[in-house]
Structures are given as C-alpha cells and as structure tokens.
C-alpha cells in the first residue's frame, strides 16, 4: 500500500533568504536522488493558522521502500548535517488511503 511522507516545518533561516532558498533546492536534489522516492513536492503554507512554513511531500510505493528510504545514507547525512541544524520546528505526518 503507498505510503505518502509528509513534514511540515519551519526553518531557522529568513524568509526568501539565500539560506532557505539554498535549504531547499538541497533538499530536493538530495532526497530526489534516493531509490523509491516518487512524486515529491516542496510546498510553502499560506494559512495564518500555522507558523510552520514549508512542506516535503513524497509517495513511497510499500514499507519496505519508505524503510530504504529512512535508512538510505544520503537520508541519514541530509538528516544530520542539514535537517538539525537548520530546522527550527517540524512535524512529521504519514499516510495511507483510507
């Protein structure tokens, strides 16, 4: 059954800053190159209701998949090296259809 990932998360860095802008575009290039990784997408929030600013969103086709994926080194180094250092707060959502 697919499995879509989710987080949802605001970074330490400005907004529209080169900071963030450069977040971003390694965290694409990163993630997209890992094996299983289907359909991801970068999304910016736009309600008031939430002070977490962006989104990754990325389908995975089983639970084997999405475990290559948590455990894949490219994962684990953008995790330690980028993720905690550059991540103020986040949450972490994932899915299968009811």
């Given at each position: 059954?697919?499995?879509?990932?989710?987080v949802v998360f605001r970074l330490a860095h400005p907004a529209g800053?080169?900071?963030e802008t450069a977040f971003l575009a390694d965290a694409r290039a990163a993630l997209t190159?890992?094996?299983?990784?289907?359909?991801f997408r970068i999304n910016?929030?736009?309600s008031a209701k939430s002070d977490l600013e962006h989104q990754f969103s990325m389908v995975f086709q089983d639970a084997a998949a999405y475990q290559a994926y948590n455990d894949h080194p490219t994962h684990v180094a953008f995790v330690a090296e980028r993720?905690?250092?550059e991540v103020a707060e986040f949450q972490e959502y994932d899915f299968v259809e009811a």
């Open positions: 059954m697919p499995i879509q990932h989710t800053s080169p900071d190159s890992i094996p299983g990784v289907e359909d910016r929030q736009v993720w905690v250092p």
